[in-house]
Structures are given as structure tokens and as C-alpha cells.
């Protein structure tokens, strides 16, 4: 196309004649021209190029276009300045209010304001041929906060405040009605404005039309410098964003300024990568500010799209930074669709234009993880921004029962569903009947992954989760749901897995059995890891061979047993005395006495219920290593059968228990604390540590399961509604559908069950920590 035809294709863009009027961008901001096409310069530059520059400073640091309030009016919608109150058009609301006025100290001030189809204007009185003291033009881009108590219970009158590009009017009014009718008119206005358009999205739409002509898209980058290159500031977003304070529009709270203000502070954090010696704390900030405002996503996308483009020096280290971020933009944040084309058509340009370059390697790379993102719960951690600028995959230790441990390279789009998959792989399980989930462990807790989670997300909160507590955090992979427990061999990894998870329930104390038992299974433990007896071999403690609150509860009960009390006592009780001085002039006296005496009194029981502890848990141990004297010639794979033997008497095995408060009335009074059983076959309830349930409820009598609010957890079974209070509502609900999901594979069929809706709308009240498939991480 020539370049005569070129032009006259940019002058059918209607978009900038109303550019001036429609996004109020005056020359304090970006300069616009747009000339006829019969229009020639003198300097022979095309007609019709549309020119998009960045402001100048003066020497004192102001911008060289100074805009009064004037210059606005005057630019905007109409030509209001000539114009008296007569001469108005239509006028929708006017009456009298307080406008906030800031100058040495707040004070408020009495207007006659007039709201019109285009903005809203305030005078010195109603009287015709008033003076105009003020406008402020209504855009799509216009905010209102409504009247609200705090400010009335502050101020005595009910506040509504309107945000324009240049100007904020604080209104006042005594009556709440007249407050109200005022924001709802005015927000009327601003929902019947047409969407604002800056220059760079007009020029990206521009782009976009004509992506299949090279001569126009290169013409449309060389006559608009705001797309490419500058080592000048920003002075005002690339896309449009409202007006108003960052509170009431997106997320306040961190000390954020508006995103208008953020979205320019941004544009220097990218210049600074230019010289900083270290990036990495420069990209983490500008992906963390992103994480918290949504909206700047895409606009930190076409900020670095633009620092890409017709840079002098291209294949600096300088440079390449820029690219750097973008790389790791791309592995967090998926943008928008119409700034997804802009980029993508970016790539494919700057892959074009430099060949088996190290942009192109980037571009590539930008490429294929735009088609892979989902958005982070978290931004990405030091170490994966590192790998992330050198274009690798990261090393991600996973644990599992043993203690064993092996290293896999994950990506930043890496999910559980995935890890899960490579360790059966690893470790031979893939034809496996029973299923598989990562978690998130430490000594004391432990929380099945999401299958859909981002294993980059989760390593990132697990070293959060770390610097907050001195525990160390790990991720595991475990045994998920025990469908066939009798087809692993014995010689399988996959029943040392049995092995080890039957040990951790024995020793939180989540298999019901008797002492005896207990004892029997810790001396198995220490026969398979120690081998046979030696009073020379080192001896775990306790508390990780046997139930440690089963321990403490025998000697609690033990003592809280009632015993005779010493004479003096009786006699205190007795006198009546001791009970009408209390009540009298030593009242004090005496309380503090009592008070002391408590004191003494609950210190010595502390010391005797420790000293009881010592002495408990050595008869235990004793019972232990006698037991374990036994066990000469026991293998290791013995050791475990004969454990595992024991622990399979009890009719629950296999089952995962989650402690949970039951109400016996339907109108949720009454409960008490019972184990909650999820198993293959069926849902149980047992009473803590007896080993018979008191109920059990086969999957096919229950109709319908999910969370009924906040923490309660109700399962219809046929006639009747069971309701659970419990802290693992999310544990729960992934561990029944887990099960359900198996049935369903089993039959070959969808179930016979009907999973009602309450399924999923109970995981909408939860506000879990990953919105992925809510699904354990086992091979769907």
C-alpha cells in the first residue's frame, strides 16, 4: 500500500477527533494532533499522522502545558466559559450544597450546583447570570462514593463525593434523601457515558485491524512514540482506568495510592531495572503490586511491550531485563484478551525481526508459558524468579513415607495432579488400585494439596509459612484413598507406604486399641527399625512409638481420682467462720491469702502430674523393650506384617478419622465429640478410642453431602440429616468426592448416588486457599 494510502486509512480513525472531549487527556498529560488530510507541513511529513508525544518539563519540574480548571472546561464536552447560568442546557438536579474547600485548613463552603447531561457545574447562587465557579465533566471514567453514617455521625451532614480526571467534590447535605437522589443522578450520568479510550489503545486497536499489513502497522509505530522506547517518565497510564481513590474502586488497605498514581510509579520501577545491580527485589515488587491490583496487569504488559519496542541498544543486559520481567509476567498473570493479542502479535514481531537472538529465545519462551498460565495465589518466590530469568525449570523435593525423598523439575505451571503422576512414575505405582495426593506437612498438622494447585504456589507459602514459625514445612506424597488394601504385596513400596501412614495414625492416637496392643505395636516399630534388641542400639522416644495423649489421660485420671482430705481441711469446711469472713472488713486480706494458696496448690499439682508422667512412661517404655527382647529373629517386612496384622483387627482400618462435633438434635443442640470415618465403602462414627462404631452409612444410602454454612458439614442418609461441626469441612468434602470419583471409575457409569448441589456451593462458603479443582491431587 503506498504511503499516501496509508495515511488516508489512519484519517477514517475517528476515535481521536473526540479524544480531547472524551478521555480529558489535555497536553499535562499526552499531546495529540490529528491533521487533514489536505493538511502539508512543512517539513513534508505525512498528513494524516497521528502523533502521540510525551509531555516536556521546565526547568522548575512543572509540566511546560500548565492546564488550568479554565482549559479544561474549554477542552471538554463544550464551551462552557461564555455560558451563564441562563444559557444552560438541561438541567437534571440543582440545588443548594456544602462543598469541601481545602486551602490553609477544611472548611466548607455554600454552592448552587447544576447537573447536566455532561457535567456538573457549581455557581455563586440560583439567580440568572450567576457566576460559574467550577466543572467538573462527567466520563465513563467519573466514580461517586455514597452517603455513608461515619462521615454524618462526624461532620452532622450526609457526604457524596464525585471524581473527575482533575478535580474531587467533596458535597455535603443535611438530609440523608437529598444526598441519596444527588449520587443516584450523577452515577446515572456516568453509566450512560461511552467507554474512554486513551491513545494506546486506540493505536493497539489500530494494530490489531491491520496486523496482516506490515507497511501500515510500521507507520503506525513510527509516527506514535507513545508505543515505543523512552527514557522519560510516564506521566499518565497507558489504559484507561477511573477516577477516584484506590478504597472504594479496587484494594486499599496497603498503602497504595490510586491506580492511576500505582500504574505510573510502576512505569519507573521498569526504568530501574535498567541500572540495578540486583532485579530481583525490582520484579518481585512489580509482581506483588500486580497480585494486589488486578487492573495494572495489563497495563504493566503494555508498558514493557513498549520499552521492547525500537529500543537503541536491543542486546544489552541492560535491556534484556525488560524481557526478564516479561518472562515472569507471563508465568503469573494471564492478561486480558485484547492486550493477549497485543502481546502475542509482539512476539511473533520481535521473533521476525531478530532471528536466533537471545529476544527471540524470550519470545519463545513468553510464548508458550502465555498458553500454560492460570493467575498465582502467590508471587513467585526468589528462587523461581532466578530460574525464570534464565529460562529454567526448578528443583522440587518431595517426600514420602520411609523417610525417603526424591528431586523433580517442576515449571511455574507445574500442578499436584502432575507431581502425583511423575512420582507413581518414579516409584512404580501407576498400577496401583489405590490413589495417591501430595501434602503439606509439618510435625503436627498436615492438609491434602488441591489437584489443581500450582505446586510453585504451594513451595512459595510453605517457605512463607516457615519464616513464621520455627517448624520446618514440608511436601509429601502419601497414600490418598485406600480402595484395595489387600491387593498390595508385601514386597511393594506401596506397602511400606501402608506401613508408615498406619504408624502416624497409632501415634496420634487414631486407631482405637487396647494398651496391650499399643504396646505390642511399638516393640514391632522398634524390631523393624532397629533390628534386634542391644542395650548399646539408640532408642526413639516415646511419643514416637506410642499414643502420647493416651498416656497423659491414664495419669489425669489417675490423680483427678477423689482422695481423702487432711483433717485441717474438714475442719476448715466445717467452721462457719471461714465462710462469713470473706464477706466482712478481712475480706481482702484473706482473698489474698486464698488467691496465694490456689496458686501453691496448682503448682504442686503440676509438679505431681509431671513427676507422674516421668514415672508412667518409663513403666510403659520397660513394658516396651521387654516386648521387643521377644522379637529376636524378626525381619524388617516381618516386623511390618505382624504390625500391620494387629492393626487390621480393628473394623475401621483403612479409613481416615476426622474429629468433629455431632448434634444429636436436628435443630443443632445437644453434640458431642465422635470421630467422623470416611472410607471406601461408607462414612462411620465412632466415639473416641472405642473401637466399635456407632454408626456406619454406606455410600449407597447417602443421597446427598456439603457444607451447610461457615463449619457445618451435613450428610443426608435416607430420611435423616446428619450435622457435623469441624475445622477439616474442605479435608472432608475432597475426601468423599475422591471416593464418589472411584465408585463412579468402579461402575463404569455415572453413580447411582446423586451428589446434590450442596456439593459445590458448600466449597463457595469456605474461602479455601486454592480455587483450583477442588479435587485431591490423584489421577482423575
Known amino acids: 500500500m503506498p504511503l499516501q494510502g496509508v495515511c488516508w486509512f489512519l484519517c477514517c480513525r475517528q476515535g481521536f477527533s473526540l479524544l480531547g472531549r472524551e478521555y480529558g487527556e489535555k497536553e499535562e498529560e499526552e499531546s495529540f494532533e490529528l491533521r487533514n488530510k489536505e493538511d502539508l507541513t512543512p517539513n513534508g511529513r505525512s498528513p494524516a499522522e497521528v502523533t502521540v508525544s510525551q509531555p516536556t518539563l521546565t526547568a522548575n519540574g512543572t509540566n511546560g502545558h500548565t492546564v488550568s480548571e479554565v482549559s479544561e472546561m474549554k477542552s471538554l464536552i463544550i464551551e462552557k466559559n461564555k455560558m451563564g447560568l441562563e444559557e444552560e442546557p438541561e438541567l437534571l438536579v440543582k440545588g443548594w450544597l456544602l462543598r469541601e474547600v481545602r486551602g490553609n485548613w477544611i472548611k466548607q463552603r455554600r454552592y448552587w450546583f447544576a447537573l447536566s447531561q455532561d457535567s456538573l457545574d457549581y455557581y455563586s447562587g440560583p439567580e440568572k447570570g450567576a457566576r460559574r465557579l467550577g466543572t467538573l465533566v462527567l466520563t465513563s471514567l467519573c466514580s461517586v462514593i455514597w452517603p455513608d453514617k461515619q462521615t454524618y455521625k462526624e461532620t452532622g451532614h450526609w457526604s457524596i463525593t464525585v471524581y473527575g480526571r482533575k478535580h474531587c467534590y467533596r458535597l455535603y447535605s443535611k438530609h440523608f434523601n437529598e444526598a441519596v437522589h444527588w449520587a443516584c443522578a450523577i452515577q446515572k450520568i456516568i453509566d450512560t457515558k461511552a467507554p474512554v479510550e486513551t491513545p494506546t489503545q486506540l493505536l493497539i486497536r489500530d494494530i490489531e485491524e491491520n496486523k496482516f499489513n506490515p507497511e501500515v502497522v510500521e507507520h503506525i509505530y513510527q509516527h506514535n512514540p507513545i508505543l515505543k522506547y523512552t527514557q522519560g517518565p510516564l506521566y499518565a497510564p497507558l489504559l484507561a482506568f477511573p477516577y477516584g481513590s484506590l478504597e472504594h474502586t479496587y484494594h486499599g488497605g496497603q498503602g497504595y495510592g490510586s491506580v492511576r498514581e500505582e500504574a505510573v510509579k510502576l512505569f519507573n520501577c521498569l526504568q530501574q531495572l535498567e541500572s540495578a545491580r540486583e532485579p530481583v527485589p525490582i520484579i518481585q515488587g512489580v509482581l506483588q503490586t500486580c497480585l494486589d491490583l488486578r487492573p495494572l496487569r495489563d497495563e504493566v504488559y503494555c508498558q514493557l511491550v513498549k520499552q521492547n519496542s525500537y529500543t537503541p541498544d536491543p542486546y544489552t543486559a541492560a535491556h534484556l531485563r525488560y524481557w526478564q520481567l516479561l518472562t515472569c509476567m507471563s508465568c503469573t498473570f494471564r492478561p486480558g484478551p485484547t492486550v493477549l493479542k497485543y502481546l502475542r502479535f509482539h512476539l511473533k514481531r520481535i521473533q521476525s525481526q531478530s532471528p536466533e537472538s537471545e529476544m527471540d529465545n524470550y519470545a519463545s519462551f513468553i510464548s508458550e508459558a502465555l498458553e500454560k498460565t492460570k493467575c498465582r495465589e502467590c508471587v513467585p518466590s526468589w528462587e523461581e524468579i532466578q530460574m525464570l530469568m534464565s529460562r529454567q525449570e526448578m528443583l522440587c523435593t518431595v517426600h514420602y513415607p520411609g523417610p525417603l525423598s526424591c528431586q523433580l523439575y517442576i515449571s511455574s505451571h507445574t500442578t499436584a495432579n502432575e507431581v502425583v503422576r511423575m512420582m507413581q512414575e518414579k516409584l512404580g505405582l501407576q498400577e496401583s488400585k489405590n490413589t495417591f495426593a501430595l501434602y503439606e506437612q509439618n510435625a503436627l498438622w498436615e492438609q491434602p494439596v488441591a489437584g489443581g494447585a500450582l505446586i510453585a504456589d504451594i513451595l512459595t507459602s510453605l517457605s512463607a509459612k516457615e519464616s513464621e514459625s520455627s517448624s520446618q514445612w514440608k511436601l509429601c506424597f502419601k497414600l490418598y484413598c485406600l480402595l484395595d488394601a489387600d491387593s498390595i504385596s508385601l514386597d511393594s513400596i506401596e506397602y511400606l507406604f501402608l506401613y508408615e501412614q498406619c504408624h502416624e495414625m497409632v501415634v496420634r492416637g487414631q486407631l482405637p486399641a487396647c494398651d496391650e496392643d499399643l504396646q505390642a505395636l511399638a516393640s514391632l516399630r522398634l524390631q523393624c527399625l532397629m533390628g534386634d534388641f542391644s542395650t548399646h542400639a539408640p532408642c526413639p522416644p516415646l511419643d514416637e512409638l506410642f499414643p502420647g495423649h493416651r498416656l497423659e489421660a491414664q ?98 482400618f483403612g479409613c481416615t478419622l476426622y474429629e468433629v462435633d455431632f448434634y444429636i438434635s436436628s435443630t443443632g443442640s445437644f453434640s458431642q465429640k465422635l470421630w467422623l470415618g470416611v472410607a471406601a465403602t461408607s462414612v462411620s462414627l465412632y466415639r473416641q478410642d472405642e473401637a466399635e462404631a456407632l454408626e456406619s452409612f454406606p455410600y449407597g444410602q447417602i443421597c446427598s453431602y456439603g457444607v451447610s454454612d461457615s463449619n457445618t458439614f451435613k450428610i443426608t442418609a435416607g430420611d435423616r440429616d446428619l450435622l457435623f461441626e469441624t475445622t477439616k469441612l474442605t479435608e472432608i468434602m475432597q475426601l468423599m468426592n475422591a471416593y464418589f470419583g472411584a465408585i463412579r471409575r468402579q461402575r463404569g457409569k455415572d453413580a447411582d448416588v446423586t451428589v446434590t448441589e450442596s456439593t459445590e456451593v458448600g466449597f463457595h462458603h469456605l474461602g479455601s486457599t486454592h480455587k483450583h479443582n477442588l479435587l485431591p491431587s490423584h489421577p482423575v
Open 555 to 652: 495419669v489425669v485420671m489417675s490423680l483427678s481420682a477423689p482422695q481423702a482430705l487432711p483433717p485441717c481441711q474438714l475442719a476448715a469446711q466445717d467452721c462457719p467462720t471461714a465462710q462469713r469472713f470473706p464477706t466482712g472488713l478481712l475480706a481482702g486480706t484473706l482473698w489474698s491469702h486464698a488467691a496465694t494458696a490456689a496458686h501453691k496448690q496448682k503448682a504442686e499439682q503440676d509438679m505431681r502430674l509431671r513427676s507422674r508422667l516421668k514415672e508412667e512412661a518409663a513403666a510403659v517404655m520397660g513394658s516396651i523393650l521387654e516386648r521387643w527382647k521377644g522379637l529376636a529373629g524378626y525381619s524388617c517386612r516381618d516386623s511390618m506384617a505382624a504390625y500391620l496384622t494387629i492393626a487390621r483387627q480393628w473394623s475401621g
